[in-house]
């Protein structure tokens, strides 16, 4: 039981530390987001603690920036932003992801496919859901298009990032599970050699 506390506050504390990296100057879209997602799905056990941990360290991250960051652009304490079930949705997507790739062992293909897809899905899912809700493009193809179109600049950012946090959490943990035999998990094998 000692064991498993200790493996679920250090996962816990890596995400929490992950996601408020977001307040460090970065370029445009470079988060931690997807990453602790995949990072959760592949070492929590539980995997209702999978989606529970990194999507409560995406709100929290959320709520700081929103109501810190940015408090002098708006009035009033915001909890959830405009849209925001587009991105946590696709964050519920990657830890799903995460899931079913990250079953019995995590490999190199895996980590970097998995970081690549969590990006590609990530862009279509915020994109679709900032044409659905953003007057400036017209409904229908044309305008679905030239949405996805501005999204490219930023999606960048959202690989550079998926792949940087992905390396640091696994690499990190894969470190510490050496150093630390209390943090060895039974149900998972790295193999990034």
């Not at 445009?28 to 409560?56: E, R």
């Not at 700081?64 to 949705?89: C, D, E, K, R, T």
Request: aromatic share 18%.
């Amino acid at each position: 039981m000692n064991k498993i506390r200790v493996q679920f506050g250090v996962l816990s504390i890596m995400i929490l530390s992950a996601a408020f990296c977001r307040m460090v100057p970065h370029m445009l879209n470079f988060s931690p987001l997807c990453a602790i997602g995949l990072f959760g799905a592949a070492h929590f056990t539980q995997k209702w603690k999978a989606f529970l941990v990194p999507l409560l360290a995406t709100w929290l991250s959320d709520l700081f920036i929103n109501n810190v960051l940015y408090a002098s652009y708006n009035p009033v304490f915001v909890w959830f932003y405009s849209g925001f079930y587009w991105q946590y949705g696709a964050y519920v997507l990657v830890i799903l992801l995460g899931i079913g790739l990250f079953k019995n062992n995590i490999t190199l293909p895996k980590l970097v496919g998995s970081a690549i897809a969590s990006s590609v899905l990530f862009f279509l899912i915020s994109n679709f859901g900032s044409w659905l809700n953003n007057p400036i493009y017209t409904k229908d193809l044309a305008g679905l298009l030239t949405c996805y179109a501005a999204g490219v600049p930023f999606y960048q950012g959202t690989l550079l990032g998926d792949l940087f946090y992905s390396t640091i959490l696994f690499g990190a943990y894969y470190v510490l599970q050496h150093k630390v035999s209390i943090l060895k998990l039974a149900h998972i094998r790295y193999a990034l050699k």
